[in-house]
């Protein structure tokens, strides 16, 4: 029943917000971007598709993370890096087991961000596995904070020689 009621609830949210949505091109100066469909995750994996864009958001956390930097910083709310680095940080565990696998759908998610083709991303694993592995096996690794894990894979993303092929970036 709950489970349910939260659905309903974020369906709810999504059609309104989609009902609402402007494009921020078109807003007067100084109103900022529609958090539901110009920020966040959403924004990033569907910026020509605004309804679904907001419903990624609001599946994802409720919208949090979208209104968050429309708040804070309007100005990120399009800079894909941000946004990948934001995914990095929220999903790291996941993504670090998915480049020793090979593949994985969180992996896949963030070169969908950055906008890195199927041929670009098996590349991409391949050298970011190579370069990761080193980092994990160090002695301090463990005792490294989140951020500098993250930190440490996004920039291993941002340095792999394929990542210019990239659409996003």
């Known amino acids: 029943m709950i489970i349910v009621k939260v659905l309903t609830s974020s369906l709810a ?3 309104c917000a989609a009902s609402l949505n402007v494009s921020a091109a078109n807003k007067a100066p100084g109103s900022g971007p529609n958090p539901f469909s110009d920020c966040g995750i959403g924004a990033a994996l569907f910026k020509d598709t605004k309804w679904a864009a907001v419903t ?10 979208a209104v968050t930097s429309a708040t804070a910083s309007p100005e990120t709310c399009t800079g894909v890096k941000v946004v990948a680095a934001k995914f990095i940080i929220d999903n790291y565990d996941n993504i ?3 480049i020793a696998e090979g593949s994985g759908t969180h992996l896949t998610a963030m070169y969908n961000v950055l906008g890195c083709g199927e041929t670009a991303q098996a590349e ?5 596995r190579r370069n990761i592995a080193n980092t994990i096996a160090a002695s301090d690794y463990q005792e490294q904070s989140l951020v500098e894990k993250s930190s440490h894979l996004y920039s291993v993303v941002n340095d792999s020689s394929v990542v210019n092929n990239c659409a996003a970036i």
């Open 56 to 65: 990624s958001n609001v599946i994802w956390d409720v919208g949090t993370t």
């Open 13 to 15: 949210v999504a059609v």
């Open 96 to 98: 670090v087991e998915e």
């Open 124 to 128: 991409m694993t391949s050298n970011i």
